[in-house]
Nanobody
Framework: QVQLVESGGGLVQAGGSLRLSCAAS????????MGWFRQAPGKEREFVAA????????RYTESVKGRFTISRDNFVKRMYLQMNSLSPEDTAVYYC???????????????????WGQGTQVTVSS
């Protein structure tokens, strides 16, 4: 079992930055890949970024490349998403997710993930 709790969301102006955090508990943190997804009103949940269990490989959706950075600290059992140059199109509920099934590589599909947090709202005003 894995429990995930996101934090760090909020309201920010376009061009601003936010840092999301995901705290994990339960199963050993360094044994599973993790990802960030987001869901805007009326839209399906979509992949944002993912990181390997060791933190040495990652993947991003095209629209956030160069603006968002995913990272993790296995010692404190947290994953982060640094979001810069935010635009109104980034407005969504952001979810962190854990992928414990093999292969434990960063996945881009919601169905690959086994545990989800409750989400944190990010709102970017124009």
């Amino acid at each position: 079992q894995v429990q995930l709790v996101e934090s760090g969301g909020g309201l920010v102006q376009a061009g601003g930055s936010l840092r999301l955090s995901c705290a994990a508990s339960g199963r050993s943190f360094s044994t599973y890949a993790m990802g960030w997804f987001r869901q805007a009103p009326g839209k399906e949940r979509e992949f944002v970024a993912a990181i390997s269990a060791s933190g040495d490989s990652w993947r991003y959706t095209e629209s956030v490349k160069g603006r968002f950075t995913i990272s993790r600290d296995n010692f404190v059992k947290r994953m982060y998403l640094q979001m810069n140059s935010l635009s109104p199109e980034d407005t969504a509920v952001y979810y962190c997710a854990a992928k414990i099934r093999r292969p434990i590589v960063p996945g881009t599909v919601t169905g690959e993930y086994d545990y989800w947090g409750q989400g944190t709202q990010v709102t970017v005003s124009s």
